[in-house]
């Protein structure tokens, strides 16, 4: 193998795809990226077994067609350290030389043998959707899904396609965190659930070209996406995903309106007195008026009031401020409006349309 | 022996039962002889059932110095020597009569018995399977007298020469039951027990000096006028000197002295576990089970502590009339014995705050290393000096090798290398403690006698800390380094504030918006019907969900719980396993261990250094952590002087 590149793209390029590599795989093999080269450019690969990116580099000038392996977070940190605008790199059996301008680094090479093979993206029943629809999806969603190892459905984010548009969920149990944005698309009958390294795999391929279109090819056990020169791939969580519909309250029945940024100061005043022991806030709604009240044995206690639109019955629920400030960060708007019912029944906020997104959080209940 | 009030006291025995079916037909009433006999196998199993006899005897009689010589590991002969009060010659007469006692007169004292002895069943019973020969003299009588019992043919008593006190030799035991004879075991067996026996009589009366020979060997001398600490220490070992903890409880009904043993004390099996009564040694699951669980925080599972303790009451409330060799008593208030016990010991344990210390028993190590390719003749030499704990000298207790490497945390590991074969073990004991029965402690055992350190101080002394392996936390201190095992100090840590939680406010409970269906047994779903406020108690809201079962609908706020199922399953199989105890303390203390356990730090987990300050900090607060809520040591100190006997500067 014999390539000339940009060093810049292909920095910036490794950057990417370094990120794919787990640098404590159990599989030293896939600590690698598998360079690529072809007539048609230079493809970069780098798995860990659970998402896999695949790039293509185009400008770049291909004088010697091969595959070499190559330690990923050595060749990324070389490229970066490197100030040269092209570099070469030239293989023989064993290693590669990797040169620019006054540098010139032997890097030894790993057996290509035995490297995991890759999805291949099939454009013929893909789904297509915006970039930016996409990421914002999983972004909203992605915050709500849970860290902890439980139940494993709750790990990831759940991707319901229909005529409608297509649906992301994300729960851990405590809050659920909706989205739905537009576009058409078949059904499938299989639970579209990706893991959490898989969200931020696409939610980076997305972020870099927003303006384009992201193409799923979805199958019972894997997501593979194409965006640009990029392919990505996840594979998907085999769990049972509850039946989120049926758990969101109907019948929320009281509302109110408040200023998102005096809900989040308020939230944020009130927090300062909670403790392990004591989580929770209280949120007291009387006419046009909320209170937050915080409680912690041996520390001291908070009562921050705001005014709202509001003018129904008196009521208290207790929640995980903490919980409701993650939401509230991810919107945009000016006024949330926030549907209530009892201290049993989850609270939902939305930014005015709540088809389109809102979440939900479930009361924290003292004793 | 103090035989001087011979009457002829009567027990509900089998002789009265006897005579009333005197008329019977075909039954015939037993010669006394053969009736003795049969009383001889209920009190006489082996030579350690006639030293305990004799031994009592003697301490009755107010010795303060007995010695005891056997042959033959005492199955040929057991010659038990006291300078006691002595008998008179019409005493000494009545000495193997059956139910001939100095110490009962009515029927009212035997419920009131201060006395070792009182059945008046030893010596007759002795006599009647063995060569029974006794020499006595009052101190104020110028001559000793004589007698002899062969299987119950006594002698005429005969003047004979002999200092104050008694002397009474048992030769040939069980000449005439040869049964009884032929179980007996090998000698080793046989003097381990008589070891043990006297051990047991000698922890009681640290007063009273004992010695024993067999086979002309010194197996060991234990000095007259012993603290009873001093006489722990010659028994258990150096080792246990700056271990030992010493209790002190008292009320009207009992009073309770002793001492246990640090928490980094514990054993494989009970046998450092011995509890007195009135100066008795005796067996009592229950009273023990109180021990262990004054422990249970404090040792790992399935080890034992380290205790001796000596309850005196009224003897009014206990009953030692139960079984002939008297190990077994009956108390009036064991309840109340138990709640004492129990209190007392892990108080003391609690207030010494001692935190278990690396054992530096390096040297002796080095010394067996040294002695790997030595001569048998070398080895008895060398391992003289060690001046080993006298326990050990139990030629007969092979278990455990008593030269090991000594680990932190289990003092005596089963896994220890062993240089030594058993055998040679055994003689090198004996040999070590016939030449030097009464060494002084090796210097370095000395100076390992130092003030503890209470964890609370740790964070104070504390000049700096890191973090090795991602699991274990090493803390400069002012006087040393203190090494903690993160998972089980943050465990210890979470137990005390869960525990200081629940008990101060209700959980915070946080829904869930899918309820987590249970998958439980229809056993464990019906006893959770019984227990379901309990796990209320905790955070955890369980109701019914579709026909018989349950789910989950709301998990404790406080403490990660993302495995509802698994921990209400494991609570559940603790309840079930402590069944027939439903004690709602208990319970509750498991399921808070529990929950401790698993939202605890684990090995493995990296620690920035602000969460090792914090970690510190947290356990100064907590009245103790030196174990976790299982009983695995959580800090081990290494002091100055300890580093400085590795490096061999000291």
Request: net charge neutral; with cysteine; proline share 6%.
């Amino acid at each position: 193998m014999k390539i000339k590149v940009q060093r810049k793209v292909f920095s910036e390029v490794m950057s990417i795809v370094a990120g794919v590599v787990n640098p404590r795989h159990t599989n030293p093999l896939v600590q690698n990226v598998l360079l690529d080269a072809s007539k048609s450019g230079l493809l970069i690969k780098a798995t860990d077994l659970e998402v896999s990116l695949q790039y293509q580099l185009n400008d770049a000038s291909v004088s010697k067609a091969g595959k070499v392996l190559l330690p990923a977070a050595r060749l990324n940190g070389l490229l970066k350290d490197m100030s040269a605008e092209t570099v070469e790199l030239i293989a023989d059996d064993e290693s590669v030389v990797v040169s620019a301008e006054r540098g010139k680094i032997t890097l030894q090479t790993a057996d290509v043998e035995g490297f995991p093979g890759f999805p291949e993206f099939k454009q013929d029943n893909a789904l297509s959707i915006k970039a930016s629809d996409f990421a914002k999806g999983l972004g909203w969603t992605g915050k709500s899904i849970s860290p902890e190892r439980g139940r494993y459905a709750f790990n990831g984010v759940l991707i319901t396609t229909g005529k409608n548009g297509i649906e992301f969920c994300g729960t851990d149990g405590r809050r659920l965190s909706y989205m739905k944005v537009a576009g058409k698309a078949k059904t499938y009958d299989f639970p579209i659930i990706i893991p959490r390294r898989g969200i931020e795999l696409f939610t980076r391929m997305a972020e870099r070209a927003p303006d384009s279109d992201i193409s799923l090819d979805i199958r019972e056990n894997e997501v593979v996406a194409r965006a640009g020169n990029a392919i990505a791939s996840t594979a998907l969580i085999d769990g049972q995903f509850p039946d989120y519909w049926t758990v969101i309250p109907r019948n929320n029945d009281k509302t109110y309106v408040a200023r998102r940024a005096d809900l989040i100061s308020s939230l944020r005043l009130a927090g300062h007195v909670t403790s392990v022991e004591s989580q929770s806030v209280a949120m007291e709604i009387s006419k046009q008026e909320i209170t937050f009240k915080t409680r912690s044995p041996g520390m001291g206690s908070a009562e921050v009031k705001l005014p709202v639109t509001y003018a129904g019955p008196d009521c208290r629920v207790g929640f995980d401020p903490r919980y409701l400030l993650d939401g509230l960060a991810l919107m945009t708007a000016d006024d949330v409006t926030c549907e209530f019912k009892d201290n049993e029944t989850g609270v939902i906020f939305h930014e005015g349309s709540k088809d389109k997104a809102f979440f939900l959080v479930m009361p924290l209940d003292v004793g | 022996m103090a035989y001087k009030r011979a009457d002829y006291a009567l027990a509900p025995s089998a002789r009265t039962i006897l005579d009333r079916y005197d008329a019977m037909p075909k039954i015939q009433k037993l010669p006394p002889e053969i009736a003795n006999k049969i009383a001889a196998g209920e009190v006489i199993e082996r030579p350690a059932s006639v030293v305990k006899e004799l031994v009592e005897n003697a301490i009755d009689a107010g010795a303060t110095r007995i010695t005891i010589d056997l042959e033959d590991a005492g199955k040929q002969l057991i010659r038990v020597s006291d300078n006691g009060s002595g008998m008179e010659c019409d005493d000494l007469v009545l000495a193997c009569a059956e139910h001939a006692t100095s110490k009962l007169n009515a029927v009212d004292d035997l419920f009131y018995i201060d006395t070792m002895g009182f059945r008046g069943e030893a010596l007759p019973s002795i006599a009647s399977i063995s060569h029974v020969r006794i020499v006595s003299r009052t101190t104020d009588n110028p001559e000793a007298w004589e007698i002899t019992n062969h299987g119950g043919e006594q002698s005429e008593p005969k003047p004979a020469s002999g200092a104050p006190g008694t002397v009474i030799e048992v030769a040939n035991l069980f000449y005439n039951t040869p049964v009884r004879r032929k179980f007996l075991r090998q000698n080793s067996t046989e003097l381990g027990r008589v070891i043990e026996t006297i051990e047991n009589i000698a922890l009681a009366y640290p007063a009273i000096g004992f010695t024993l020979n067999n086979d002309h060997n010194a197996i060991f001398e234990l000095p007259q006028k012993q603290a009873r600490r001093e006489r722990i220490v010659s028994f258990g070992g150096a080792k246990l000197s700056d271990a030992l903890i010493e209790v002190n409880d008292f009320d009207e009904y009992a009073s309770l002295t002793g001492f246990v043993g640090s928490p980094g004390q514990h054993r494989p099996n009970s046998k450092d576990l011995r509890l007195f009564v009135n100066r008795r040694f005796i067996r009592d699951r229950s009273l023990l089970q109180a021990v262990m669980l004054a422990y249970r925080e404090f040792i790992p599972h399935g080890r034992y502590p380290v205790a001796y303790l000596f309850l005196e009451l009224d003897p009014s409330e206990v009953d030692v009339n139960v079984h002939p060799t008297k190990i077994e008593v009956r108390f009036t208030q064991a309840s109340r014995l138990f709640g004492k016990i129990k209190a007392a010991v892990q108080e003391a344990v609690l207030r010494s705050g001692q935190l278990p210390r690396l054992d530096l028993n390096d040297r002796r190590l080095e010394q067996v290393k040294a002695l790997a390719g030595a001569s048998q003749q070398e080895i008895h030499a060398s391992l003289q000096q060690f001046r080993a704990p006298l326990p050990e000298a139990r030629p007969g207790s092979s278990a455990e090798p008593d030269l090991e490497l000594a680990t932190p945390g289990y003092d005596r590991t089963e896994h220890a290398p062993r240089l030594l074969d058993d055998e040679q073990l055994a003689s090198a004991r004996l040999l070590r403690d016939k030449v030097s029965p009464r060494a002084p402690l090796p210097p370095y055992a000395e100076s390992s006698l130092q003030a503890s350190t209470p964890s609370a101080n740790l964070f104070e002394n504390a000049r700096g800390y890191f973090q090795i392996g991602n699991a274990y936390i090493v803390v400069e201190t002012t006087d040393g380094m203190v090494l903690i095992d993160q998972h089980a100090y943050h465990e210890r840590i979470l137990y005390w504030q869960l525990e200081h939680r629940l008990s101060s406010q209700p959980p915070e409970i946080q829904k869930l918006l899918v309820p987590e269906p249970l998958e439980l047994t229809r056993a464990a779903s019906a006893m959770l019907g019984e227990h379901r406020e309990l796990f209320r108690q905790f955070g955890f809201e369980l109701e019914p969900f579709g026909s018989g079962g349950w789910a989950c609908y709301g998990v404790p706020k406080y403490i990660r719980t993302t495995k509802v199922n698994e921990f209400v399953k494991s609570s559940l199989d603790e309840l079930a396993a402590s069944g027939r105890a439903k004690n709602p303390a208990e319970l509750r203390k498991s399921m808070v261990d529990m929950m401790a356990c698993k939202a605890a730090i684990k090995a493995g987990d990296p620690l920035k250094g602000a969460d090792i300050e914090s970690l510190i900090k947290e356990g100064a607060k907590v009245p103790h952590t030196f174990a976790c809520p299982h009983g695995r040591p959580t800090t081990y100190k290494l002091t100055f002087t300890d580093i400085e006997k590795i490096f061999h500067r000291r």
